[in-house]
């Protein structure tokens, strides 16, 4: 039987179990039963073959020990694994003993070494044991775990992987959670492990080479068991170690116990918040991969995230910047990167991201310091709907400080869009998969894999689009320098017309300043004679504005201004700097045939209506641009120097566009004649 059909009418037996929960249970509730029942049974079939043996050291030889403090490395050596159980019972054995499976069953958990124990704990299995007892559920779920083999000559790591993320998935869609934020599809971890491992396949095969792997997002575990056992697979002789930290305490659990399993370090999988519980702080990765939660709000977290930013800044994990609250993935990158090795051969990562982060503007600073440190080797464009909890475009990228000679100064983009096949049944968002050599399937992983590996400047494959066979460019190569740009102010210069019309007049009357010439703060007698005086003022200063005449434009600010001093001194009315800028204001209108107005420095003032932005490519010059783009249609437009900054986006789309040309003329005209008949004919029956 195929691996994954195995697996998919395993999980299918497992979900049917949840079935006799039904009514003692709300459906959001399942998982907490039937996720510790898995693990629990795992880790029996695990045990399985060795247990009489164990059963028979421990109570031979252990019990009669007694200077022995520490008896578990004796017990697990005989166990063949890194833990063991000191029960009786396995899961055949409570299925025997009906009336007493409360004490029997607690008697068995108990019966683990340390670390097993402490995998159960984290489901508060406890509770749902008493909870199923008092249902009469308890035994009924025991003689039904019992009849699975999860033995791993029977159900590979791999496989149960798939098993554990095809429940959770479905728990998740009866809880309304994100299912995604659980667990990648394997295809896309294959295609992230062989993209990250590629360029080190010969420093992999090295005997007996130790490289550690983390994933600060681990889920249950599947990054890491994908990239240890590439490892392996490539030499049996190295020593892959995984870390890895997970926030949800049943993925938490689920990925201990497939890492107590493979007989992995399982302290070094931590639990926690990566953002203010960093678990491995200080250690350093040859290689890293995660999928952190896509568009996940990190407000939660803003006040510890922002403290390490301000305080510590590059010491820290996000000296780059902050990106929106709205999306922590460039949080997860940079806390990644944090944790780059700065000598022994350096390391390597591969994240998966949306779309967002290739162009988001208030992440232009974070992309900014990736690229001038040369740190992103590549970017894999991957179809849509891969994933189950969403159907948009994702991307992996790839960053690293130790590229190839080659690749030095250089980005590489990958349009592995149309490297997919549909599924015969979706599960959730996922309706397509990228093919991975199995069970029929085209090897779409190695195709992908090897564009990426060949670095080749607009490397061409012929595939199916549309249902037609194209020419399609898959991969290009760019200097770091493409991405980025300068964001450039352009001002034009304010120019202002200036008459004193009953209109504009009107507009001076309701302007702040104007109006509180005739207000008090005053009381009683002081307060109305103020007021009094203010209103006087007012109709002074109207009378000597109309003096200027109603019917002159004035096209320079400037000698306004000097007519408008002199009207005042002859009327003798004082005005502040205040109540003058509002008659400025009023008196005025935007004329583009006016002066240019100037400030006291005789530089011309900018029109703030009129300012623009534009981003100009990094490699060229701003003079230059302004000399060909600008000035030829707006001759008095400048650039504000001290505003320039320089940001960088990645418009993926827009360098791998396929122009689809209309379709002519004469077919949509016969269309349309078609559609004419077929209505005609439509309304005949009708009348008929």
Known sequence: MARTEKGRKLAGFIWSIAELLRGDYKQADYGKVILPFTVLRRLDCVLEPTK???????????????NLKNPEPLLNQKAGVTFHNISQFTFQKLKADPDNVVANLKNFINGFSVAGREIIEYFNFNDQINRLD????????????????????????????????????????????????????????????????????????????????????????????VAEEYIKE????SKPVVFGQEI???????CKSDMLIKGQNISNIKFGNTFTTDGLAQETFDYMLSNPPFGVEWKKVQNYVRDEYEKKGFDGRFGAGLPRISDGSFLFLQHMISKIKRNNGGSRIAIVFNGSPLFSPSESNIRKWIIENDMLEAIVAMPDQLFYNTGISTYIWIVTNCKAPERKGKIQLVNSIHYYRKMSRSLGNKRNEIGDGEDGKPNQIAEITQI???????????????????????????????FGYWHITVERPLRLNFQVSEERIAKLETETAFVNLAK???RGGVALREIEEGKQLQESIKEALRT??????????????????????????????????????????????????????????????????????????????????VLPYVPDAWVDESKTKIGYEIPFTRHFYEYVPPRPLEEIEQEIKDLEEDIRGMLEEVVK
Do not use: W
């Open 452 to 482: 990426y590996g060949e670095f080749q400047q607009d490397a061409k494959r012929r595939l199916e689009v549309d249902g037609k066979e194209q020419n399609i460019i898959v991969s290009k190569i760019f200097d770091n320098e493409d």
């Open 548 to 629: 200027l005449g109603a019917d002159r434009f004035y096209k320079n600010r400037d000698e306004f201004e000097t007519d408008l001093t002199a009207v005042f001194k002859a009327a003798d009315v004082k005005v502040s700097a205040l109540v003058k800028k509002a008659i400025l204001n009023t008196l005025a209108e935007r004329d583009e045939t006016a002066d240019i107005c100037t400030g006291k420095d005789g530089k011309a003032e900018p029109d703030s209506d009129l300012r623009d932005y534009e981003n100009v490519p990094l490699k060229k010059d701003i003079n230059e641009y302004m000399k060909q783009e």
């Open 134 to 225: 008092e249902a009469n559920l308890l035994f009924l779920i025991v003689k039904k775990f019992a009849e699975i083999n999860l033995h791993p000559d029977e159900v590979d790591s791999m496989e149960m992987g798939y098993i554990f993320e095809e429940l959770i998935r479905k728990f998740s869609e009866l809880s309304n959670e994100t299912a995604g934020e659980h667990f990648t599809p394997r295809e896309v971890i294959r295609l992230m492990v062989n993209l990250l491992f590629m360029n080190d396949r010969d420093i992999l095969s090295q005997k007996g080479i130790v490289k550690t792997i983390y994933d600060p997002a681990c889920g249950t575990g599947g990054m890491l068991s």
């Open 234 to 237: 490539l030499n049996q002789d």
């Open 248 to 254: 949800n305490p049943e993925s938490y659990a689920i």
């Open 520 to 522: 008090s703060k005053k």
């Open 52 to 66: 009489a043996a164990v059963m028979d050291f421990y109570e031979t030889k252990v019990k009669s020990m007694k």
